[in-house]
């Protein structure tokens, strides 16, 4: 079936580096993508979406890249911290029939800081 | 900002009996969402409400039913407790109807079935 999933399980980068982390997905008729960051015990938390007219969205030290062709997603984080690390996924915003959409998310990756 | 708020934070429960998790959108939000995370998975979707209507169901069992109330709250009620239910349950709300806007979540009810 179709889904959503990133190529690295876990990524670990030194404090200050930039990281980035891939996301492929099927479903060429999803229109919005969301990275979410999952910190332990918590909720996943909002970072930046992408809706599919744009190929590149900047928030505060984070960029959203979207590659409609090969169907690729990417968060880059600048200035990696500590902080920064979670688990991070990517998720796609499918049609379910309709009017009907519903958020799928891919695989997370574990992003590890090193000081 | 206001979050959204889910009660309780842990919830442990014996085999065949029933849960009630609720949950709480943020202020102005009209869409809930109920996920389900086992552990080292990402989070699948169960069911989603819209203006008080069920909008959306996913991988949700027969076992399970929610329902969105007039001030746009959400329960998530489920019997006959398997241990495979052991999970994280999240909640989430968003503005407008699924797909518009992006989903804030809350920090789950860990649910133990034992």
């Known amino acids: 079936g179709e889904s959503v999933g990133l190529h690295l399980p876990t990524l670990s980068v030194q404090e200050g580096d930039n990281s980035i982390i891939n996301c492929a997905y099927s479903n060429s008729a999803s229109d919005y993508f969301i990275w979410y960051k999952q910190e332990s015990g918590k909720g996943p938390q909002f970072i930046i979406d992408?809706?599919?007219?744009?190929d590149k969205r900047q928030g505060q030290r984070v960029t959203v890249l979207l590659n409609k062709t090969v169907k690729h997603l990417s968060l880059q984080i600048a200035a990696t911290q500590p902080g920064d690390s979670a688990v991070y996924f990517c998720?796609?915003?499918?049609?379910?029939?309709?009017?009907?959409?519903?958020?799928?998310f891919g695989k997370g990756t574990l992003l590890t800081v090193n000081p | 900002a206001a979050g959204v708020i889910q009660s309780p934070r842990h919830l442990i429960k014996e085999k065949r009996e029933t849960a009630t998790l609720k949950c709480y959108p943020i202020?102005?939000?009209?869409?809930v969402y109920w996920y389900q995370q086992g552990p080292g998975q990402d989070p699948q979707f169960l069911i989603s409400f819209y203006e008080k209507m069920q909008s959306d169901k996913g991988s949700i069992p027969d076992r399970f039913s929610a329902q969105q109330f007039s001030d746009y709250h959400s329960e998530l009620n489920m019997s006959s407790l398997e241990l495979g239910d052991s999970a994280l349950y999240f909640c989430a709300s968003s503005v407008g109807p699924p797909g518009n806007s992006p989903l804030h979540f809350g920090n789950g009810t860990r649910l133990t079935v034992t």
């Open positions: 202020p102005r939000h009209d869409t």
């Open positions: 998720a796609e915003n499918r049609s379910s029939g309709g009017s009907n959409y519903k958020l799928t």
């Open positions: 992408i809706r599919s007219n744009m």
